[in-house]
């Protein structure tokens, strides 16, 4: 896959999230989702926080001091940070081609490397809002499938048990967004 389309995957990756976040409604915010130990209100935090670790990745700062869960932003501001947020993403991220070297929050890589994980990121946190607010639960335009192409390797096993749980054994089946949820760790039953 050329940079290009990875880049766009991303983009469109958080243009899905954007919409699921502009959908959930207040009193969703404190029920669980897949994701373990996250409410809805906690998830899209971290939603926030993966963003800006985006965004600093691009413009190539530190992401270090950025919270694994923001938390200063209130309720009624969530989805529309996002969506902001998603657009300075957007314009940092189309400055770099696929041989520029960035710091991920895992470490240096390429900028195609690094939007393959951010890409994979959003692609499940969305699968986990969605699921845990009810809405459509598969990422637009084929993403889920591109990243099931690579998602293995952009998640190291020292990651696991640190960034990423263990893959859901025996899960082979469901959509691929789904599927891509699994190998990250995160399952359907974790919400309720």
């Known amino acids: 896959m050329t940079f290009t389309q990875q880049r766009q995957d991303y983009f469109d990756a958080l243009a899905w999230v954007s919409e699921l976040m502009a959908a959930t409604r207040t009193g969703q915010l404190d029920a669980r989702t897949p994701c373990k130990d996250f409410t ?12 800006q ?5 691009a413009q190539r700062v530190s992401t270090k001091g950025i919270p694994h869960v923001v938390t200063e932003v209130p309720d009624d501001e969530l989805a529309m940070t996002y969506a902001a947020l998603a657009t300075s993403v957007r314009r940092a991220w189309s400055q770099l081609v696929t041989d520029d070297q960035v710091n991920a929050p895992w470490g240096p890589c390429s900028a195609l490397e690094a939007a393959r994980g951010f890409t994979v990121e959003t692609v499940t946190h969305g ?3 969605a ?13 889920a499938d591109r990243c099931l192409t690579y998602a293995a390797s952009v998640i190291p096993d020292r990651l696991r048990g640190v960034m990423y749980d263990a893959p859901v054994a025996g899960t082979g089946n469901g959509s691929a967004t789904e599927r891509l949820a699994h190998l990250l760790g995160h399952q359907r039953d974790r919400n309720g």
């Open 127 to 129: 699968w986990d809002l």
């Open 40 to 51: 809805v209100r906690h998830l899209m935090g971290h939603l926030l926080g993966t963003a």
């Open 53 to 57: 670790r985006g965004l600093g990745t």
């Open 131 to 143: 699921v845990a607010t009810g809405q459509p639960h598969d990422a637009p335009a084929g993403i």
